[in-house]
């Protein structure tokens, strides 16, 4: 069974940085993509970033493009994201998520608990 566990939320002010941890258990980690998306209260999940097996390959959502790094460690088994330059519009709970194939575009089939960022004003 597929087990992702995030890491590394927290609260910070606007301007600050975070970085999200990911540990992936259960399938071959390098050989799938790997993604992040977010829900803030009362609105729906949306993508963040994705990246593919070997690195190679990474897609942002516009709202973070510039401001956000993807990124991934095969020999740990973990994906990360690298927040900058956060706004309060960042807050929200984070998940990671994996996909069924080695590149982008294949959706994802197993989600983490999530990890709330909180973004003050």
Do not use: H
């Not at 460690?73 to 960042?90: F, G, H, I, W």
């Not at 998520?97 to 197993?110: N, Q, T």
Request: hydrophobic content about 30%.
């Amino acid at each position: 069974q597929v087990q992702l566990v995030e890491s590394g939320g927290g609260l910070v002010q606007a301007g600050g940085s975070l970085r999200l941890s990911c540990a992936a258990s259960g399938r071959t980690f390098s050989s799938y993509a790997m993604g992040w998306f977010r829900q803030a209260p009362g609105k729906e999940r949306q993508f963040v970033a994705a990246i593919s097996w070997s690195g190679g390959s990474t897609y942002y959502a516009d709202s973070v493009k510039g401001r956000f790094t993807i990124s991934r460690d095969n020999a740990k088994n973990t994906v990360y994201l690298q927040m900058d330059s956060l706004k309060p519009e960042d807050t929200a709970i984070y998940y990671c998520a994996s996909s069924p194939g080695k590149e982008l575009g294949y959706g994802y089939d197993y989600w983490g608990q999530g990890t709330q960022v909180t973004v003050s004003s």
